[in-house]
């Protein structure tokens, strides 16, 4: 079975990666699809994957301005040739979803979020602007984007959602049904330490909508330690927020990451993920999690045995979770039980099952898409509970 993998770019080693390189390690034959990869925070591992990019990566100051490029990311999902191809698996938080495939190929796409900027501009605000002009100008974008998002969803045969919060999400924006399949955390990585630090911590990608500010402001007020993995447009900006309790790391690497997390008294995760595997991580060391409860997070964190979950996305709200923390109430080798339900192998398994029952369905001849239509009265997500070389496009 000839497979192939759409993602949308290459730029550094982050969940949605993890995603492709399970997938990759379940057809080590398959060849990546991205708009543009870029080498300078990949790992190895990463740099040896079969890749052909898009025209994308020939554009002007790539590095710099990668954002203003998005609205021509649905023009080069839609340049690829997926003849020959069996199989097309995108991994897709934005437009991988809108590959182009022929009636002999099928289609799964595993979700990680439907187009976030779009749909809940709230969420992700990186189009907002004060300018009136350029506030318009990002509407009509934004419109667009929404219009080709809809259409590039009736091409995908299956979808498959990160949680059962995207599975609704889905349902709500693209009237499809998903299967769930939570995405491989690589638990064993994070062993239980012994050792405990003083300190609270965040891993993060520094961008508005993970809601770093609303850590900084807590632990302002409440003066306890706390320490931010991670790095973005919004460091500097929280780093003059920041009191002296708190201390920027930066990025750390996979050898730093697991010590790190493993000595915290526990992670805090102010922001909303459409599953958040970062808390995860933090399970699977023993720590608790003190996160916004809502999201992903209800799917994962268990309130009061895992971790504590707190209602508002407001510093208030975090400090009077963290003032009710005390380590003694966790029990750190059951909090890492409770993290291997959530196993790269578990996704391989689940992930493998759905593709060989997908495919078989396809040889006998029945259609994908029109079975996993919404039609009215059902219901998104219900089904599937959880239980080389880089190549330039010529």
């Known amino acids: 079975m000839r497979v192939a993998i759409a993602h949308e770019w290459l730029t550094t080693l982050g969940g949605s990666e993890r995603v492709v390189g399970a997938l990759l390690e379940m057809y080590p034959e398959a060849r990546v699809y991205t708009t543009f990869l870029s080498s300078r925070n990949l790992p190895p591992e990463m740099l040896a994957w079969d890749v052909e990019t898009s025209f994308v990566q020939k554009l002007p100051f790539l590095g710099k301005v990668a954002q203003k490029y998005i609205p021509l990311f649905p023009l080069a999902f839609e340049s690829f040739d997926f003849t020959g191809y069996d199989l097309v698996i995108s991994s897709s938080s934005a437009c991988a979803k809108g590959v182009l495939t022929g009636p002999r190929t099928a289609h ?28 318009a100008g990002n509407d009509v974008l934004l419109h667009y984007l929404r219009m080709w998002d809809r259409l590039a ?26 299967a769930v399949i939570n995405p491989p955390v690589d638990v064993e990585r994070f062993p239980v330490l012994e050792e405990q630090g003083g300190y609270f911590l965040v891993v993060s990608r520094l961008v508005p ?23 973005g447009p919004e460091r500097e900006r929280l780093e003059r927020m920041a009191a002296p309790n708190i ?26 993920e459409d599953f958040g595997m970062v808390p995860v991580e933090a399970m699977a060391a023993g720590r608790p999690v003190i996160g916004l409860g809502r999201g992903g997070l209800l799917e994962s964190v268990v309130d009061g045995k895992t971790g504590i979950l707190f209602p508002e996305p407001a510093a208030g709200s ?17 909090i890492s039980r409770h993290a291997s339900g959530f196993s790269r192998e578990r996704f391989q398994k689940e992930m493998g099952a759905f593709v060989e029952a997908r495919m078989k369905e396809a040889a006998r001849g029945e259609t994908a898409s029109a079975r996993t239509r919404r039609s009215p009265g059902r219901t998104a997500g219900k089904a599937a509970p959880r239980t080389g070389k880089t190549q330039e496009k010529k």
Do not use: M
């Open 247 to 272: 201390e920027f790391l930066g990025y750390a690497t996979e050898e730093e990451l697991p010590g790190l997390v493993g000595r915290c008294q526990a992670l805090i995760f102010p922001g909303e």
């Open 108 to 135: 799964i796409c595993y979700c990680h979020t439907p187009l976030r900027y779009a749909w809940e501009p709230f969420l992700d605000t990186r189009f907002h602007n004060g300018n009136r002009l350029l506030k």
């Open 153 to 178: 969803a009736d091409r995908v045969d299956h979808f498959v959602a990160n949680s059962r919060n995207t599975a609704a999400k889905i349902g709500k924006y693209y009237r499809r049904e998903a």
């Open 209 to 231: 909508y993970k809601k770093v500010e609303i850590a900084v402001e807590a632990f302002n007020r409440l003066g306890l330690p706390l320490r931010i993995v991670g790095d």
């Open 318 to 334: 975090l400090i009077e979770a963290v003032s009710r923390f005390s380590p003694g109430d966790f029990k750190p080798k059951a």
